[in-house]
């Protein structure tokens, strides 16, 4: 009888036990933390078009209402004011001419122009628009060393081929009326394609 309840006791202690261990404390385990990655910014994408510049153009115009075309080139130098998307600019150039009617009695010699410059900044990439004053010089219907003053405009394109050299193209238009009082309202237009030195 003794020994029949010791086995029930000790069995009730047998399964006793893991509702006692059951009842310990309890460990809380420790997720490791990970951090968020932090915020991708994207910067938009623009170059830098900020300074001055010096270069050159070559190119061919043809005499608008005047039946005639020819080869003009020259020099060129701005300086441009980038901010941001928005480029501002002033540029002077020359060209000296070969521009000439069929005929021959008109004969542009050469072409100057001071534009200012509103552009778009695409990054490596500026187009742009201009507009200024245009003055002229050359032989107009027997008229030698005729010259006058009009205006003109234009769209252009320039990409960076690095920090310092930039080539571009320009198409524009010159508006002379009534060139140097002979009657001829002059209006050629020219394609020129440009590179140029950034300082």
Same mark, same amino acid.
């Given at each position: 009888m003794k020994?029949?309840a010791a086995?029930a006791?000790?069995?009730?202690?047998?399964l006793a036990a893991p509702?006692?261990f059951a009842?310990g404390?309890?460990?809380?385990?420790e997720?490791p933390?990970?951090?968020?990655?932090?915020?991708?910014?994207v910067a938009?994408?623009t170059?830098d078009?900020?300074?001055g510049?010096l270069?050159?153009?070559l190119?061919?115009a043809?005499?608008?209402?005047?039946?005639?075309?020819?080869a003009?080139?020259?020099i060129?130098?701005g300086?441009?004011w980038d901010?941001?998307r928005t480029v501002?600019g002033?540029? =002077?150039?020359?060209? $000296?001419?070969?521009v000439?009617? /069929?005929d !021959?009695a008109?004969k542009?010699?050469?072409?100057? @122009?001071?534009?200012?410059q509103v552009?778009?900044d695409?990054?490596?990439?500026l187009?742009y628009a201009?507009?200024g004053?245009?003055?002229?010089?050359?032989?107009?219907?027997?008229?030698?060393?005729a010259s006058?003053?009009g205006?003109?405009?234009?769209l252009g394109?320039?990409?960076q081929l690095?920090?310092n050299w930039?080539? =571009?193209?320009?198409? $524009?238009?010159?508006?002379?009326? /009534?060139f !140097?009082?002979t009657?001829v309202?002059?209006?050629? @237009?020219?394609?020129?394609l440009?590179?140029?030195?950034?300082?």
């Open positions: 020994r029949i086995l006791l000790g069995t009730a202690a047998i509702t006692a009842g404390p309890v460990v809380p385990v997720e933390v990970v951090a968020a990655p932090a915020p991708v910014v938009p994408v170059g078009w900020n300074g510049y270069g050159a153009q190119g061919y043809d005499g608008g209402d005047v039946d005639g075309d020819g003009l080139g020259g060129h130098g300086y441009r901010l941001g501002l002033v540029e =002077g150039a020359y060209n $000296s001419s070969d000439s009617s /069929d !021959d008109i542009l010699d050469n072409l100057a @122009t001071l534009t200012g552009g778009y695409l990054g490596r990439t187009v201009k507009g004053v245009a003055y002229g010089d050359g032989d107009f219907l027997g008229q030698d060393s006058d003053y205006y003109t405009a234009g394109v320039d990409y690095n920090q930039t080539v =571009g193209g320009e198409v $524009s238009t010159y508006v002379f009326d /009534d !140097d009082d009657g309202s002059y209006n050629p @237009t020219a394609v020129q440009k590179a140029a030195y950034n300082f």
